[in-house]
């Protein structure tokens, strides 16, 4: 057995570390599903806490005499349990064509490569899944989601998207730390008269053109980065004529992100995260010898076990339609 396996005791099939670990590096550009729900270990049912408003928020008296008892406090929370789902494709590559990458001077595994474009689909998929998630009304508190339309979208000039944005900032009750965008919103954007012009007032960082980085914007609005969702997804069902549209659509919002979260009973407020049952993608093959002819085929299975949730509706603000 190639030393870079493990056998399971259930069966043929086999997880393949150094397959495993070059999936897990790939990334296709422009994802950023990972640093908008960040994944947390858990089991394959687990349990996650979220604090009451009224507890968090209201002040208790909290004087105390020199000799006197301290006044105790008491954490209402809500204990939700939950399951990952699996998600996973498998490719099947024939024997022959890993007997003649053998035999070929380039070094060249059509394993590897078939673990890398598996991986690149299911994680395309759960960039649409957390697009989707982050994207959508119903998973806000009620006035924390507005719809932009006409002159107020940002690809209008005569829009106001540095009065809007700063405004929206100070409506959660935990002040988003993440702006994200779709692509064409953060193209707008970055060329809208009045965030340039509020760049170059303020000094927040380098303007070229007309055009502002994400790190002046970050800086202009007072959060921590400024994510864009840059990546396709083909919209046409097979078959028919190709059609190309952005996963993360026309839409922005404004998310309060815990990166440092170490487990589902984390109890800190924040707006979204990723269960994740098998700590990432998991690469595997099993031998299917009634697939192609001779030898058969290695079949490459990529597979990951999680649940994207919204932790607490009440840390974000959604922008739909932010421009044309």
């Known amino acids: 057995m190639d030393p870079h396996t493990t056998q399971l005791a259930s069966g043929p099939y086999e997880v393949q570390t150094r397959l495993t670990q070059i999936a897990q590096a790939a990334m296709p550009s422009g994802l950023i599903a990972d640093e908008v729900c960040p994944r947390v270990r858990s089991g394959y049912k687990f349990t996650y806490t979220t604090l009451s408003e009224e507890d968090l928020l209201t002040i208790p008296d909290v ?8 006044n105790q406090v008491e ?7 939950a399951s990952v789902v699996d998600y996973g494709l498998e490719d099947p590559v024939p024997s022959r064509d890993i007997e ?3 035999a070929q001077e380039v070094a060249y595994d059509p394993l590897e490569q078939a673990a890398i474009s598996t991986a690149e689909l299911v994680k395309l998929a759960r960039e649409r899944r957390v697009a989707d998630l982050v994207t959508t009304a119903s998973s806000y508190a009620a006035g924390h989601s507005t719809s932009l339309n006409g002159n107020a979208q940002w690809s209008h000039a005569s829009s106001n998207p540095r009065k809007v944005i700063l405004e929206a900032l100070d409506v959660p009750l935990v002040r988003p730390n993440t702006l994200v965008f779709g692509q064409k919103v953060w193209t707008a954007l970055r060329q809208h ?4 012009e509020a760049v170059a007032a303020t000094g927040a960082g380098d ?4 055009i502002v980085v994400k790190e002046a914007v970050a800086e202009l609005f007072e959060v921590d980065r400024v994510l864009v969702g840059m990546a396709w997804y083909q919209s046409a069902k097979r078959g028919q004529e190709d059609s190309f549209a952005r996963l993360w659509g026309k839409h922005a919002c404004a998310i309060h992100v815990r990166r440092d979260m170490a487990s589902s009973r984390d109890r ?6 990723t269960a994740d049952a098998l700590g990432g993608l998991q690469v595997g093959t099993y031998e299917e010898p009634a697939r192609g002819v001779n030898r058969g085929s290695t079949v ?5 076990c999680v649940k994207e949730l919204v932790a607490y509706s009440r840390a974000g603000y959604l922008w739909r339609n932010a421009v044309a």
Request: glycine residues 8%.
């Open 193 to 196: 008269p009045k965030i340039v």
């Open 268 to 273: 800190m407020p924040k707006f979204c995260w």
């Open 100 to 102: 003649e990458a053998r």
């Open 300 to 304: 490459v299975k990529v597979s990951e």
């Open 207 to 210: 303007q070229a053109s007309g």
């Open 75 to 81: 954490f209402g929370a809500t204990d939700t349990t």
């Open 63 to 70: 004087r105390a005499s020199r000799a006197g008892r301290l």
